[in-house]
């Protein structure tokens, strides 16, 4: 099989959050933002592997306005999507569960979130499939390529936070996504 499968091919990957803000904290301390920036890094060098050109929003622990990711998006127009990765949370610490946004009022951006969304649950049949919806976060609104933004899952479930700290489940996430990415642009 050819590894370089997405020669020709350009990708944004935004890691949500990041410096003074460390969106959503688990119960043992794990924040969103240490562990989308460390996904995102891997989807690239995964992307990269392939012979994609990446471009991240978020290179490192640093804050980065919502404003600031779509001027990088708008300066790469010529990219062929942008995934922004993200952790969700909420007050029960019971709820789990993957889900994928995608502009609402947007007629390219929901065939990504699907391909990312399957993949992802072909890989964690065991997690809650909470689906795609159509929402307005900005960096799917204001982006001018096909954009998704994923809630890998639920950082607040401390069982999962557990998860997101092993580097095979890690790994996991990132294939899958990687997967959902290139079924997208096939």
């Known amino acids: 099989m050819n590894n370089k499968i997405l020669e020709g091919k350009k990708f944004i990957v935004d890691a949500g959050h990041g410096g003074k803000d460390p969106g959503a904290v688990g ?8 562990t989308t920036l460390k996904m995102a890094y891997l989807i690239g060098f995964k992307l990269k592997e392939m012979g994609a050109e990446v471009v991240l929003t978020r290179p490192t622990e640093e804050f980065v306005t919502l404003k ?14 942008f995934i922004s990765i993200h952790c969700n949370a909420v007050g029960n610490r019971e709820v789990e569960g993957i889900e994928t946004y995608y ?3 947007s007629t390219i951006s929901p ?4 391909k990312i969304q399957k993949s992802m649950m072909a890989e964690f049949d065991e997690h809650n499939d909470r689906g795609t919806k159509g929402a307005g976060y900005y960096v799917t609104k204001y982006t001018p390529m096909a954009a998704a933004l994923v809630e890998m899952e639920f950082i607040s479930n401390p069982d999962i936070e557990e998860q997101l700290k092993n580097p095979t489940i890690i790994y996991r996430y990132v294939n899958s996504i990687v997967n959902g990415i290139v079924d997208y642009v096939n």
């Open 27 to 34: 119960v043992n301390g794990l924040t969103e933002s240490e």
């Open 68 to 81: 600031g990711r779509v001027i990088t998006a708008k300066e790469h127009r010529d990219a062929d999507a």
């Open 103 to 105: 502009y609402r009022n």
């Open 111 to 114: 065939e990504l979130a699907e």
